[in-house]
C-alpha cells in the first residue's frame, strides 16, 4: 500500500524508473521532491533541510547553487552551448585540455572528452587494445582488474569491475576479464597495518601477470580507494610496486580517478600520492563540481603516437559521443578548477580531513558494532559488522544500511550506505560545525536503529 505522497512523488511513480533502485521500495518509502539546493544543503518541497553527506554520489565539491559556477554556466550558455566536437573546437575545451595537462601527473598530455565516468572507462580500455594492435602486439587483448573493483556499469566498464551486485547478473554478456586479489587491509590476511604496510599483496598481481602478460593490455585501478565495495582504502605503496610491475611486463596502467580525483583523498589526484604516471587517467564526479555530466581520459604522447598517421592507415580512434567537449561543461570545469586555486581548498581539505577523522575515531569508537573507521582524505567510512573480533558481517537482507539511512533522512541527513559500510564524502564548503551535525546525526541514527532492533552485542 502507497503511503500518502504528494503529487509530485504519485507522477513520478508513474513514469520515472531511478537508478541503481528497487523500484518496490518507493511503495514504502517515496522518492524525496527536492527543490532547492545551496551550499551542502537540500530542501525538499515542504522545505525540509538535508545535509548533503554524500555530495550528492560524489560529484559536488563547492556546494550547491554555487554563485560563481552558476555564474560560468549562465554566462556560456548566452554565447555557445554546444558544437559538434570534430573538426571543430571552442575556447572552453582548449583551456581545460591545457589545465588538466598542467595538473595532472606529468607525462599526461593528450585530452580525450567523454560524458561520464563509465564512458571514460570504454574509451582508456578501447585505446589501450587498439595502441597494441597497432604496435603489433595482436594478443594483448585482455584486462587485468582487482576483486571488488567498481568501474562504471557500461558493459566494458562492468567487465572489468567486481563487485557481484552489480555485473553478476550480465556475466553471459562481459569481457573475459583476468581478477587478482586486492587489497584488503580492515581483513588483511597479512596480518599488516595500513600505517607500516609492505603490501605483500601485491603479489597475487604479480603471479597473475607472469602468466598471462603476453595476452594482456593493461591493468586498471582505483587508486587508494575501492568506493563502491564500501570505501575500501589501501596505502600508496601499493600503487608504486603495481605501476613498476606494469613497466615490467609491458602491461598499460589505468588510473580510474572517477572517484577520487579532485582532492577527494587529500591531493588533487590520488596518484600523487605513490608518485607516479598512469598510462592512461580517467576523470569525471568532480570535474564539473556536480553541475553536468563531463569525463576526460588523460594519456600519453606515446599512446597518441600510436594512432597518430595517415588517414587511409585507418588508425585513427573512432569513438565519439554527440555531446563530446560540451562547451557547457568545460565551461564549469574550468570554474570549478579556477576555485581550488583561488581558495587554496587542497589546504582545506587537509584541515578539515583531520578534523573529520579525529572527530568520528573518537564518536564511533564507542559503537557496539563499529568494525572500523577508515579515512582518506576527505572521505570516511563506518564498517558496521556484527561480531567486532572476528569481524563477520552483518547478512546483506537485513539491510541495515538502508535502514540507518533511512532514519538519517528523517533527522535531515543524506547518506547514501554501500552495504553495511556508512560513509561520507560531504562537499568542501563544509564546516567543523556542519562536520560536527553530520557525525552527531549519523551516530544518533546507528544508535536508534541497534536500539530499536534488540541485536546482541559481541565484545
Known sequence: MIPTISNLQRRDLNHVWHPCSQM?????????????????????ENGK?????VSSWWVNLFGHANERISTALANQAFQLEHVIFANFTHEPAVLLAEKLAKITPDGLTKVFFADNGSSAIEVALKMSFQYHMQKNKPNKKRFLALTDAYHGE???????????????VYQPLLLDTIRAQGPDCYRCPYNESPDSCRTPCISSVEEKLKVHQAELAAIIIEPLIQAAAGMKMYPPTYLKKLKELCLRYDVHLIADEVAVGFGRTGTMFACEQADITPDFMCLAKGLTGGYLPLSAVLTTEDVYDAF?????????FLHSHSYTGNPLACRVALEVLQIFEDDNYLDEIQEKGAYMNELASKVFNHQPYLGEYRQTGMVGAIELVKDKVTKESFPSEERIGYKIYQIALEKGLLLRPLGNVLYFMPPYVITKEEINKM???TNEAVQQYFESTKVPTYE
Not at 533541510?49 to 553527506?53: E, F, G, N, R, S
Not at 557500461?154 to 553478476?168: I, R
Not at 597518430?308 to 585513427?316: F, V
Request: glycine residues 10%; aromatic residues 16%; negative net charge.
Open 439 to 441: 557525525i552527531s546525526i
Open 49 to 53: 533541510q538535508y545535509l548533503d553527506a
Open 308 to 316: 597518430y598517421d595517415d588517414y587511409e592507415s585507418m588508425k585513427a
Open 24 to 44: 518496490k521500495d518507493y511503495e514504502d518509502f517515496p522518492p524525496i521532491v527536492i527543490k532547492s539546493g545551496k551550499g551542502i544543503y537540500l530542501y525538499d
Open 154 to 168: 557500461t558493459l566494458g566498464a562492468l567487465s572489468v569491475g567486481g563487485v557481484d551486485l552489480y555485473n553478476e
